[in-house]
């Protein structure tokens, strides 16, 4: 059989029709009667494909087109043209044996009934996944071990907190041990602790099972911690597709030169390059010159100034993809 | 299968119980219509000695048995389904390998029955006591006729009101339009008058139509009202119409989830 590649996305494209109307008494009344609509481009010819045991970060500013890309993979949404094949299957059929093989993960509310205490949905899950009882045990025992369940089983939903919550999802999402996962901001809401431990739990599930991760986070830890490929999308199109340590390279190809000088305050910097602030180290100043001059800035640098000691580093993750969110 | 639907019973059974007080109040309102309409017309019939060949104890009978059969045929899916469209809580439900409709909702349908029928008895024990109707013409042969008649009606009242909740993937306020599906139902399925006490034309359109198969043919099955042909005729509709619910539903589940947006989450 040739090799597939378990996610494979064709110009995939979805536009939603808004209604759309001014505000006021007469626009609310000749809307009644002419309704227009306004095409919204959502996603917009968008190609990718992932490998098997690849997990892949999602990212893009709020409304670029993200969890709509989630939702069509995921099956929710049928796209307006373009294709997908998620594990062989098209998505938007919803196919039972495809559902079977894949999760989505999103938000808060999904998987669990708000009334009744998780353990029960747990066993719902249990028995329309058709999984059979010594493989769910002991999957939920390798979920209890990582994100130490046991004492939430009890109670019913509505009472955990968030934290809580988002792991006995996540749990819920998994029990069927999906070959796909679906993750939209697996993370939110979560305390420092709590982000790292979902983080270890996807490393270590994508380690033991060789799944297929794709996810979206607003936190950079997350990307950085799990993922060395990325995908940008912005505006609904893909902006950027690639290794995470490229990314600097491409769309920010410049370094950090850090300076501890004698009197620090006193020197003027700009004629060596952009000073930028950072705010983790405070007893360097830093400026921003393009990757071919750091050499030619440094030694001058060195010549000119009283400097106690330099770095040269690689400007911060995050600052590069904010600024390919920009361009 | 067996034991998804055994696992689904379980959660819809626990989380009925969450909403007790919800049901009492349902409970309340469901019957105010069937009780005023029995008091109103048992004591027109009273003043007259009957309306239509329908006697003082016609009514009764007809209205008393009107609450269970309701009970059993009737569903609740509108209420339970119709905002999981509106706020995107569907797309939990769309992504698990059974379908939403014919699993889940079904068996919390099922579960809010078993509970409302439970709430439900001792006030028709109270009612029974103070109207004293008369069941004599009720036989064991037409209680046994009377299940796979309920049964029938429950299915197909189902599909149909299921398939009026889906248009929600379209209009995403379904509640209009559902209210005028029930002002339908009202007239021709006989909850608000017996069917034999409307003009000629309603009678004739309501014989084809589905909606009497969820109480007025059932109902009248139950008091030995229906003759031979007329109990053939009922299931024959019945058998009828069961394809064309499905059918329908399966048309209007397909085309809406296309359309379904996933909103929110």
């Not at chain 1, 939702?71 to 059929?93: D, N």
């Not at chain 2, 599909?159 to 929600?168: K, M």
Request: net charge neutral; charged share 20%; glycine share 6%.
């Amino acid at each position: 059989m040739a090799h597939q590649s378990p996610i494979l996305v064709t110009r995939l494209s979805k536009t939603y029709k808004v209604p759309e109307r001014e505000g006021g008494f007469g626009a609310a009344v000749r809307s009644f009667f002419k309704r227009k609509y306004k095409d919204v481009k959502a996603v917009q010819e968008v190609s990718f494909k992932i490998e098997q045991g690849e997990i892949v970060g999602f990212l893009g500013p709020n409304g670029a087109g993200k969890t709509t890309t989630l939702k069509m993979l995921s099956g929710l949404l049928h796209p307006t043209s373009g294709g997908a094949a998620v594990l062989s299957f098209i998505p938007w059929e919803l196919k039972p044996e495809y559902l079977r093989s894949m999760t989505l993960v999103m938000g808060q509310r999904n998987r669990l009934s708000w009334d009744i205490p998780a353990a029960d949905s747990f066993l719902l899950n249990q028995a329309i996944y058709r999984i059979p009882d010594d493989e769910y045990k002991k999957t939920y025992k390798e979920l209890d071990e990582l994100l130490e369940l046991e004492p939430l089983m009890k109670k019913p939903v509505r009472n955990l907190s968030l934290g809580e919550r988002m792991k006995c999802e996540i749990a819920a999402g998994l029990l069927h041990r999906p070959k796909v996962l679906f993750l939209d901001e697996p993370t939110i809401g979560l305390d420092i602790t709590g982000q790292a431990r979902i983080r270890e739990f996807l490393l270590e599930y994508n380690q033991r099972t060789g799944a297929t991760i794709l996810l979206t986070s607003h936190y950079m830890a997350d990307v950085t911690a799990l993922c060395e490929r990325i995908l940008i999308i912005h505006h609904g199109e893909l902006k950027y597709d690639g290794g995470i340590s490229d990314l600097s390279r491409r769309i920010a190809p410049f370094k950090l030169i850090g300076v501890m000088l004698a009197d620090a305050d006193t020197h003027d910097l700009s004629g060596y390059g952009i000073e930028v602030p950072n705010e983790e180290d405070l007893e360097k100043r830093y400026i921003q010159v393009n990757a071919g001059d750091v050499t030619g800035v440094t030694s001058r640098l060195l010549a000119d100034l009283p400097i106690h000691d330099i770095t040269i580093t690689d400007p911060p993750i995050e600052s590069v993809i904010e600024q390919a969110f920009q361009q | 299968m067996v034991n998804i639907f055994k696992r689904l019973w379980q959660v819809n059974w626990a989380e009925q119980w969450q909403y007790r007080a919800n049901l009492i109040m349902y409970l309340l309102y469901f019957l105010v219509s069937p009780v005023i309409y029995l008091a109103v017309w048992t004591s027109i019939a009273a003043s007259r000695g009957e309306v239509n060949g329908f006697t003082t104890n016609d009514f009764i009978t007809y209205y008393m048995t009107l609450l269970i059969v309701d009970q059993i045929t009737s569903n609740i899916i509108l209420h339970i389904f119709a905002y999981k469209v509106q706020d995107g809580s569907l797309s939990g439900e769309l992504i698990r390998p059974i379908h939403p409709m014919l699993t889940n909702t079904l068996v919390n349908n099922i579960a809010f029955k078993a509970l409302s029928l439970m709430g439900l008895t001792p006030i028709w024990i109270i009612l029974f006591a103070l109207f004293r109707p008369d069941y004599s013409g009720v036989t064991w042969l037409n209680m046994a006729l009377s299940i796979p008649a309920m049964a029938l009606g429950f299915i197909i009242g189902f599909l149909l009101s299921a398939a009026v909740t889906s248009l929600a993937f379209w209009t995403t306020r379904v509640y209009s339009i559902s209210e005028f599906y029930f002002a339908i139902f009202l007239l021709f399925s006989g909850q608000f008058v017996p069917l034999p006490l409307m003009p000629d034309f309603v009678q004739e359109v309501a014989k084809y139509l589905p909606f009497q198969l969820s109480l007025y043919f059932p109902i009248q099955l139950i008091l030995g009202k229906l003759s031979p042909e007329e109990i053939i005729q009922g299931f024959l509709a019945g058998i009828l119409w069961l394809p064309i619910s499905i059918g329908l539903f399966n048309w209007v589940w397909r085309e809406g989830v296309r359309r379904y947006s996933a909103v929110g989450a």
